[in-house]
């Protein structure tokens, strides 16, 4: 959601979702907590581990002229997971929260995250 802020992205531009690809596709509860707290339907596609070669592939057809454009091949199958509304609220909420209390926790987090010597 921070980088959503960083990039200046708003409703308008999450409406359409978003394209995830890789192992975080195998956590069905990553992927519903990654819709829920962006607001945007998450497509995730079957196979993700050929989404290299699909690819390759949409940019040869483009440059080939057998495609217009960069729409997936019909035999890509993608999920669509939605957000639940709830869920939404609650953790915008929950990010607005942390992002006024970060200032003040900031060097703590970093101490945190440092490593420690034996």
């Known amino acids: 959601r921070s980088l959503c802020d960083a990039l200046e992205l708003g409703a308008a531009d999450l409406a359409m979702g978003f ?3 890789g192992g975080c596709c195998q956590s069905q509860a990553l992927v519903q907590i990654l819709s829920s707290v962006l607001g945007c ?3 995730v596609h079957r196979g993700s581990q050929d989404v ?6 949409m940019v040869a057809g483009l440059s080939l002229g057998w495609a217009t454009d960069y729409q997936l091949p019909s035999t890509v199958q993608v999920d ?3 957000p639940d509304d709830a869920d939404h609220i609650r953790y ?3 990010h607005s ?9 900031k060097d703590a987090f970093h ?7 034996p």
Do not use: F, N
């Open 19 to 21: 394209h995830l690809v």
């Open 41 to 43: 339907p998450v497509h």
């Open 52 to 57: 290299g070669a699909v690819g390759a592939w």
């Open 80 to 82: 669509v997971v939605l």
């Open 92 to 94: 915008t909420q929950l």
């Open 97 to 105: 929260i942390h992002r006024s209390l970060y200032p003040a926790l």
């Open 111 to 117: 101490a945190l995250a440092a490593p420690s010597d």
